[in-house]
């Protein structure tokens, strides 16, 4: 049983107004997200085949897009972690949060979406004004192969970039939990996030280990409040 529970995440949420990007950060423009659907598009590896979204976090339960099917899969050489700072969205200046991204190292079990073959590149154009907004950009969209029951696929999946002011780095789990306990923005609270993604996670029968201690210490953090 989940030690995280919606009675902790209504005692951190607090009504946000959404006041815009912070000062100093430069929103991405429409000439930016038209280069980088066309870049990816380009670089496609397997355009006669059904295109898949690898999801491992908040895209599990809320993926924007129209998916024509979902697989579990394994994208190894790289792991979940609460690396991206955030100012916006779960996280306010004066409540700030982490988001989940993926760095290089270890594994993460996930999510394959199969996307609709027609108007892909409408479907692109939605999705990256979901996973970044701002530049130099937060979210790296790229081409790895996932490993399925099937056999491996090429699938689209967004790593964090480690060279924008937002990463956070490699932070201990105790100074995650700490700053999700308190995260909210005008979406809702880092406590929020992380119960949605493992309780999705859990449904499927993916069991974050790193995760499941998390969402540990966050109830613990709540609790002591």
């Known amino acids: ?11 951190v949420h607090k009504d946000i107004k ?40 908040s895209l599990i339960w809320r993926p924007e897009i129209e998916h024509k099917r979902e697989q579990g899969g394994v994208l190894r050489g790289w792991r979940r972690s609460f690396c991206l700072r955030q100012w916006r969205f779960r996280g306010s200046p004066e409540y700030p949060g982490l988001m989940m991204s993926l760095q290089s190292g270890g594994q993460c ?34 081409w790895l192969e996932v490993e399925t029951d099937d056999g491996p696929v090429q699938a689209l999946v967004f790593v964090m970039n480690t060279d924008s002011p937002q990463y956070a780095g490699d932070l201990p789990p105790e100074e995650v939990a700490e700053v999700l306990a308190q995260a909210c923005g005008h ?12 309780t999705q996670l859990e449904a499927r029968g993916m069991h974050d280990e790193g995760l499941w201690r998390l969402q540990e210490l966050v109830a613990e953090r709540i609790g002591l409040d």
């Open 187 to 198: 979406l809702g609270t880092g406590a929020d996030y992380l119960l949605n993604t493992v």
């Open 18 to 57: 959404d006041t815009g990007q912070p000062p100093g950060l430069m929103p991405q423009t429409d000439a930016d997200y038209a280069e980088w659907v066309a870049r990816v598009l380009a670089s496609h590896p397997a355009p006669d085949r059904p295109t898949q979204l690898f999801a491992y976090g």
């Open 109 to 142: 079990q996930g999510v394959l979406f199969e996307l609709p073959e027609t108007d892909l590149e409408a479907q692109f154009h939605r999705l990256f004004r979901r996973e970044f907004t701002i530049k130099p950009i937060t979210n790296i969209p790229t």
């Open 1 to 11: 049983m989940l030690s995280l529970t919606a009675d902790h995440v209504a005692r």
